[in-house]
Every structure is written in C-alpha cells, then in structure tokens.
T-cell receptor, first 111, second 113 residues
Framework: EDQVTQSPEALRLQEGESSSLNCSYT??????LFWYRQDPGKGPEFLFT???AGEEKEKERLKATLTKKESFLHITAPKPEDSATYLC????????????FGTGTKLQVIP | KAGVTQTPRYLIKTRGQQVTLSCSPI?????VSWYQQTPGQGLQFLFE???????NKGNFPGRFSGRQFSNSRSEMNVSTLELGDSALYLC????????????FGPGTRLTVT
C-alpha cells in the first residue's frame, strides 16, 4: 500500500528564517508527486507537480525537489503570509486521480 | 476561469439522516474526485468520476456514494449519517489524465449531531 509521511508535523519560523519540509513516500514505482498548500477552512491549493527524481520547481519563495525516496519543499526567507499547512501527495498505483496525501506540515511564520 | 464550487458550504444534520453535497468542476475538467478531511485521518480519497463513470474508489463503506452528470457536475451522498461522518468534504477537479494535478473547491463542512 502506498504511504506518504511528512515531517515535521509543525514548524515555527521567524520571518526570514529559511527551512525545509520533508515528504517521504513508499510507492510501487514513482509516478509523480504533488505539493499543495492549505489555509484554515479552505481547500488545498495546488503548488507543484514533480514527475522524476532530480526535478526541481520554484514559485516565489518555494522550491520543491524530488529524489527517489523523498521530496523537499524549501522555503527561503519566509513571510507571515506563507503560514499554512503544506501537503504532499502521490498518485496511487491504480493511477488516474486516486491520490494518497500525507498528513501535512503546519508552518507558522512569526513576524 | 472560475474555480471549483461546492454547495452547500456548511451543513448540520442529525444521526440517521442522509445528505447530498454538490460540486461543479472547473470548465473543461472531466474528472471529479471527492475527499474526506478530518483532524485525525487527514485527507482521505472517497471516489473519482470521469465522464459519468466511477473510475476509482477509496476504502469507505457503501453509505458513501456519488454520481456525475453529463456536464461533469458531481454529487456525493451519504446515507444513515453517523457522528464520525462529521468532516470537511472536498471536491477536486482535473483534466483526468494519468497523474495530473487536481484543483480543489472550498469544501462542505458537515456536522452530524
């Protein structure tokens, strides 16, 4: 069964203090990995798709990377508005839109 | 382009009742997936519909069902509600290809008393 584990569960950073979130996965054959951001009371917002090991994608202060066993979401010089829960997800072996989500990392950026 | 819309946004039901939630996907998207989100279990996949056919199903009891209409709009039904069904129900739409990203709606917050 596909499994996705995120760490840490919660992270508190000072504004401008860079850090990384981890997403490790156990799947039968990597087919891609998604990163989402979720604000309280809202649906997840799509950030990135990574399809193969070595791939990197950036968006503003966020950079996602992928290896054969894990993905990192690097946050450079975060701002308070980056506070949210960050979720990673992998497509199931059944393919198509069946996706397994991690439980997320709740990020709080203090001004 | 308008995003995914879900109605209603909030619902309060009592045990034993049934409920129907509605989802309108992004224009042009043919895939609609439903998820249940709770603090303890996180986001869990319920089912996915593509061109009016259920293509994937998660590990939920038969009380949870859904359907998709020819315009890609989808409904989810939960019968004989239990307290444990209280959750945020999220709908996501996508183009439906293998391993494509999904775009989520704001969710329906269901409270069962």
């Amino acid at each position: 069964e596909d499994q996705v584990t995120q760490s840490p569960e919660a992270l508190r950073l000072q504004e401008g203090e860079s850090s990384s979130l981890n997403c490790s996965y156990t799947v039968s054959g990597l087919r891609g990995l998604f990163w989402y951001r979720q604000d309280p009371g809202k649906g997840p917002e799509f950030l990135f798709t990574l399809y193969s090991a070595g791939e990197e994608k950036e968006k503003e202060r966020l950079k996602a990377t992928l290896t054969k066993k894990e993905s990192f979401l690097h946050i450079t010089a975060p701002k308070p508005e980056d506070s949210a829960t960050y979720l990673c997800a992998v497509p199931n072996s059944g393919g198509y839109q069946k996706v397994t989500f991690g439980t997320g990392t709740k990020l709080q950026v203090i001004p | 382009k308008a995003g995914v819309t879900q109605t209603p946004r909030y619902l309060i039901k009592t045990r034993g009742q049934q409920v129907t939630l509605s989802c309108s996907p992004i224009s042009g998207h043919r895939s609609v997936s439903w998820y249940q989100q709770t603090p303890g279990q996180g986001l869990q996949f319920l089912f996915e519909y593509f061109s009016e056919t259920q293509r994937n199903k998660g590990n939920f009891p038969g009380r949870f069902s859904g359907r998709q209409f020819s315009n890609s709009r989808s409904e989810m039904n939960v019968s004989t509600l239990e307290l444990g069904d209280s959750a945020l129900y999220l709908c996501a739409s996508g183009i439906g290809g293998r391993f494509n990203e999904q775009y989520f709606g704001p969710g329906t917050r269901l409270t069962v008393t």
